[in-house]
C-alpha cells in the first residue's frame, strides 16, 4: 500500500485543538485539506506527521509552537495612539484588522488592548506560541 513521501499530493481530514482542549480549526462539513508533502504549503511539524501514513489512516499528534507558528515575539505587540484609528471603528479586543506599514505592505493584527489613549495591536500570528494537537484521518494520496 502506498504511504505519504515528499512531493505527493495528499488530500485529508483534520481537527486541530489547542492544549486546553478548545478546537480552533476542523475540516468537519468541508472538503478535504489537499497539499503536496514537504513543500512548505502548511506549518512544518504537519509535513513532518503525515510522512509514512497510507489511506484511510487515523493519528493524533501535537505540534510544538516552535514548528507550528513559532514564538510569540514581543516586538511585533506595540501601541498606537488611539486617534490614528479611524473613528468610525469600534476597536475591541480580539478584533482582526489591517495595518498598513510606512513601505505600503499590510499585515494582519489582533487588537491586545485599549485604553482610553492607545490600542494596543500584535501582529503574531493568532496561533503563535500555541502547541497544537490534530486528529487527521488521510483520504488520499495522488
Do not use: C
Not at 20 to 45: A, C, H, T, W, Y
Not at 98 to 107: H, K, P, T, Y
Amino acid at each position: 500500500m502506498k504511504k505519504v513521501d515528499n512531493n505527493d499530493n495528499i488530500s485529508l481530514h483534520y481537527k486541530g485543538t489547542l492544549t486546553n482542549g478548545e478546537m480552533f480549526d476542523s475540516s468537519e462539513g468541508r472538503d478535504p485539506l489537499k497539499f503536496e508533502v514537504g513543500v512548505g504549503q502548511v506549518i512544518p511539524g504537519f509535513d513532518k506527521a503525515v510522512l509514512g501514513m497510507s489511506p484511510e489512516e487515523s493519528k493524533v499528534f501535537t505540534i510544538p509552537a516552535d514548528e507550528a507558528y513559532g514564538s510569540v515575539k514581543e516586538e511585533l505587540v506595540y501601541e498606537v495612539p488611539k486617534a490614528s484609528i479611524p473613528s468610525e471603528l469600534k476597536a475591541e479586543k480580539g478584533q482582526r484588522l489591517v495595518s498598513n506599514l510606512e513601505d505600503g505592505r499590510q499585515i494582519p493584527v489582533t487588537i491586545a488592548d485599549v485604553t482610553d489613549e492607545t490600542i494596543t495591536l500584535d501582529a503574531n500570528h493568532p496561533l503563535a506560541g500555541e502547541d497544537l494537537t490534530f486528529d487527521i484521518k488521510i483520504v488520499s494520496i495522488d
